[in-house]
């Protein structure tokens, strides 16, 4: 079977705008385009596609318990970017319902530079706007959001929102928060926007 090749330009150029879309317009559901890559199971495509575009030499980043490895590795060799320990990273890679803890490691900012943070691209197994069984339900309010916008996600633990919430108290300080699913849908949740969980 022949491999597709990840276009530097025209894919990363078309991923890049749609998750600053997705940066702008908290809760709102992106989908990546069809794109096969030959890239090692166990992450969700459209977090691989996310480190496409986003990642490079000028960035570091880590992937945590299942996704270190061989992901890890495909990642690195792909986007250029350094791995990094946890206190000092970028982005950070999460598999689905992991525990918060890692979260009061990672960087927040500081005023006079509050982008250098970390960011979490975190897995989960479905995204709607629809309720589903075994879905939680996350109301948003905040920049980008015409009052308040709901949406359903099964497979992230809720535990890394409560923890965000606390770390993005001092806005503009914090951690910004992207979702993927199985089936390649982005949501992303940016330290501005204000989360209320209901089961």
Known sequence: ??????????????????????MARPGKISVFPELELD?????????ILIAMALLNTDVSFTALAEFE??????????????????TETDFVFVPQNFNAEFIYSLKVGNLPYPEESATIIADANAISTAPFPGAM???LKGPGINGTTVI???????????ELKIQNAEFPLGIDLMVTDADANLICIPRSTSVVISH
């Open 39 to 47: 890239y090692p199971a166990g992450i969700n495509r459209a977090s």
């Open 69 to 86: 490895g061989a992901i890890a590795d495909y990642i690195a060799l792909h986007t250029s970017a350094v791995k990094a320990e946890l």
């Open 137 to 139: 339900e996350l109301t």
């Open 1 to 22: 079977m022949q491999t597709a090749i990840y276009d530097q330009i025209f894919d990363a150029q078309q991923h890049y705008r749609l998750i600053l879309d997705s």
């Open 152 to 162: 359903y996600i099964a497979g992230l633990n809720p535990e890394i929102l409560d």
